[in-house]
């Protein structure tokens, strides 16, 4: 148990729907990311949120949208995927950013897209 | 490409062999961390090693860091099968960005 709690563990969403993810962290961080994790690739950094307000964007498209209400939560707002973004999407909270520190992972949210 | 790439991508070993694992990055760093992943799982820490050490150890593990070379290495001895996982590095550059490498998949035979 790493203090990094995501929900759902599984999704399994069409095109057209609308879905989020949730991470949750009580460890006291101030900085946390979302990662996707697809086959053979390496693990590629979406967003980092610093007290609550998003200080990277690595090109992602607008179809994710993330949200951080408070310094425990992290959403990821989904709409109109496309297949190629099924994969394994990981949540990760340091102590601050810019990160020199250990990331500490939820398990992920596996997300398949049909 | 900034991020570490670990060698091999892939090893099977028997259970009490030791296993070595390698990364290799590009630029300057302020610190180089190891990371454990079971399948489908999120990443677990194993061992942080700072720019200006050379090797360091944790229980079963060691990694060593040649900053001269931009490599660094994981062994793990006596490997059980428990310790089937992936294996990532990833480097904490002077300029603040964190980038995990593609990672090497161990599987220990019992």
């Known amino acids: 148990e790493t203090g990094v709690t995501q929900t759902p563990r599984h999704l399994v969403m069409g095109m057209t729907n609308k879905k989020s993810l949730k991470c949750e962290q009580h460890?006291?961080?101030?900085?946390m990311y979302w990662y996707k994790q697809s086959a053979k690739k390496p693990l590629e950094l979406m967003f980092v949120?610093?007290?609550?307000?998003?200080?990277e964007n690595n090109s992602v498209p607008s179809r994710f949208s993330p949200e951080c209400p408070n310094s425990s939560h992290l959403f990821l707002h989904l709409h109109t995927l496309q297949p190629e973004d099924s994969a394994l999407y990981l949540c990760?909270?340091?102590?601050?950013?810019?990160?020199?520190?250990?990331?500490?992972f939820g398990a992920g949210t596996r997300l398949s897209v049909l | 490409s900034q991020q570490g790439e670990e060698d091999p991508q892939a090893l099977s070993i028997q259970e009490g062999e030791n296993a070595t694992m390698n990364c290799s990055y590009k630029?300057?760093?302020?610190?180089l961390q190891w990371y454990r992943q079971n399948s489908g799982r999120g990443l677990v820490h194993l061992i942080l090693?700072?720019?200006?050490?050379r090797e360091k150890h944790s229980g079963r593990l060691r990694v060593t860091l040649d900053t001269s070379k931009k490599s660094s290495s994981l062994l793990i001895t006596a490997s059980r099968a428990a310790d089937t996982a992936s294996y990532f590095c990833?480097?904490?550059?002077?300029?603040?960005?964190?980038?995990f490498g593609t990672g090497t998949s161990l599987t220990v035979i019992p």
């Open positions: 990833a480097t904490a550059n002077t300029g603040n960005q964190f980038y």
């Open positions: 090693i700072r720019s200006n050490e």
């Open positions: 949120y610093s007290l609550e307000e998003r200080v």
């Open positions: 630029t300057s760093i302020n610190n």
């Open positions: 460890l006291g961080h101030n900085a």
């Open positions: 990760a909270s340091s102590l601050q950013f810019p990160s020199k520190n250990i990331q500490y």
